[in-house]
């Protein structure tokens, strides 16, 4: 579920309430001036005199529109207060904007990395988090409409806000500025979840990527290794340790495969492995045609069993 | 009050024989919602729902893989195209298009043919009866 009209946190629950305070009181105001527009064109002349009165234009043409719009600024005011998350936030997580992909860091106070994943993002419920927001290529934007508004990722710049989940849930978020020939598909979902859960995960994750556990997966491992997978891609622990593309020391834990665009399970590894450049054309991971079918199910058995 | 009776009547006589011209009608969209109509006896899948078959196709993302007609986006180039599927004689080139051998393929096809590209699915027995009778009625 992606909209800004069904909140999940603090953040994106004041916009919602500014958003129906506005829909329904200009839907009350143009009411209004179509039900006088109606009646000073179409009731005869003498009867509709009152609306060109001097009190009618004063109290409606200026007055109401003054008090009116006040009212809305103040409630506006108040409102932003809130979206300021004053204190210590209970983490910071950097997101680097990648043409069409987000590559996430979780860091500590000092900016440096402890965490890397990508086109996901979990963070615990009910605190607020940091976002730290970079791009390494063109402009990007990161926005989950469910939990708050958009901030752009500018190359040479860092952006940061921070905000709250409420509720435990799955909320996908999306790129927002035009980035190039896949920025439609250039997608993540944030997951939000109890604190003990989350710790759970965050310390499963924090491990080296784990060990094959069948031959058919250990020869998946040695195939991702030979065809040179780890010039782009990190498995931590692997002699896999490139850094272009998505760390994959967890892949298998994901709920969806190449940035928000595919559900993630053994048939779309492979596929993504097989044609990601007819999936997501201009993408910079090529498409492996030399691989035979076994070899690339044993991939996908590997990959997937990274939990 | 006999106005209104005599109207009450009328309207009802009205309404029964509508509900009368509709019961075929209503037979017949029952028969399309389970929609194995226009597939040979020897290809209907018993108690499977081809309706349920897409949804579970599309859930899955078959799509990534192969075309499929009737599923959005699904226009894959790594297994063959499954147009006109129902009308195929060998799946995977390899065993008889029926309806417990693809039931099987699309949930486990390397049990079936050890060599294909095309990985065991997270689609329970049922969802992979569900998905043999969707593409059945591709023909």
Same mark, same amino acid.
């Given at each position: 579920?992606?909209?800004? =009209? ?34 000073? /064109?179409?009731?005869?002349?003498? +009867?509709? +005199?009152? =609306? ?12 109401? !529109? ?14 932003? $207060? %809130? ?5 210590? !936030? ?8 990648? #043409? ?40 990007? /934007?990161?926005?989950?409409?469910? =939990? ?18 409420? $509720? ?48 058919? #997966?250990? +020869? ?35 709920? /969806? ?21 007819? =999936?997501? !054309?201009?993408?910079?991971?090529? /498409?492996?045609? %030399? ?17 | ?40 006896? &020897? ?14 196709? *599309? ?9 499929? @007609? ?16 129902? &009308? ?7 065993? @008889? ?29 049922? &969802?992979?009866?569900?998905? *043999? ?7």
């Amino acid at each position: 579920m992606q909209s800004a =009209l069904a909140p999940g946190g603090p953040h994106a629950e004041s916009v919602a309430s500014l958003s129906w305070a506005m829909f329904i009181g200009a839907g009350l105001i143009f009411f209004l001036v179509m039900s006088l527009t109606a009646i000073a /064109s179409l009731t005869d002349a003498d +009867r509709a +005199r009152w =609306l060109s009165g001097r009190a009618v234009i004063i109290g409606g043409g200026i007055i109401f !529109p003054i008090v009116t719009l006040s009212a809305l600024l103040v409630y506006g005011l108040l409102l932003s $207060r %809130n979206l300021v998350m004053a204190g210590t !936030p209970a983490l910071r997580i950097e997101v680097v904007g990648e #043409q069409f992909w987000w590559r996430v860091h979780y860091v500590d106070s000092s900016g440096a990395p402890h965490l890397v994943t990508a086109n996901e993002i979990r963070i615990p419920i009910g605190m607020p988090i940091e976002f730290i927001l970079k791009s390494n290529d063109v402009i990007h /934007s990161f926005w989950v409409p469910s =939990l708050a508004g958009k901030l752009d990722m500018i190359p040479g710049r860092v952006n940061s806000y921070r905000f709250a989940a409420e $509720r435990p849930g799955v909320y996908r978020g999306q790129c927002a500025e035009y980035c190039g020939a896949q920025h439609a598909l250039m997608a993540f979902y944030l997951i939000a979840m109890d604190k003990t859960e989350f710790d759970a995960w965050y310390a499963r994750q924090s491990e080296p990527a784990p060990d094959p556990t069948t031959t058919f #997966q250990a +020869r998946g491992k040695a195939l991702f290794l030979e065809n040179g997978c780890g010039a782009c891609h990190t498995i931590r622990g692997t002699p896999a340790e490139g850094k272009i593309g998505p760390d994959l020391s967890h892949i298998g834990d994901r709920v /969806s495969l190449a940035a928000g665009t595919f559900p993630n399970n053994a048939g779309t590894l492979a596929g993504w492995i097989s044609s990601a450049q007819h =999936l997501k !054309p201009g993408n910079l991971m090529p /498409s492996f045609g %030399n691989l035979q079918g076994e070899e690339l199910r044993a991939i996908a058995a590997y990959l997937g069993g990274l939990k | 009050m006999v106005r209104s009776h005599t109207n009450g009547q009328a309207d009802g006589g009205i309404a029964r024989s509508w509900r009368h011209a509709a019961t075929p009608l209503i037979m017949l969209l029952g028969l399309a919602a389970c929609d194995q109509v226009g597939v040979p006896a &020897q290809q209907r899948v018993i108690g499977a729902d081809p309706e349920a078959g897409r949804a579970a196709i *599309a859930a899955v993302a078959c799509g990534i893989c192969h075309v499929i @007609p009737g599923i959005r986006g699904a226009n894959g180039i790594v297994g063959p195209s499954l147009a006109g599927f129902g &009308q195929r004689q060998l799946i995977g080139g390899v065993a @008889p298009n029926q309806p417990s051998v693809l039931a099987q393929w699309v949930k486990d096809a390397p049990s079936i043919a050890p060599n294909t590209g095309m990985p065991e699915l997270p689609l329970t027995e049922a &969802q992979a009866r569900d998905v *043999a009778a969707y593409l059945f009625t591709l023909r």
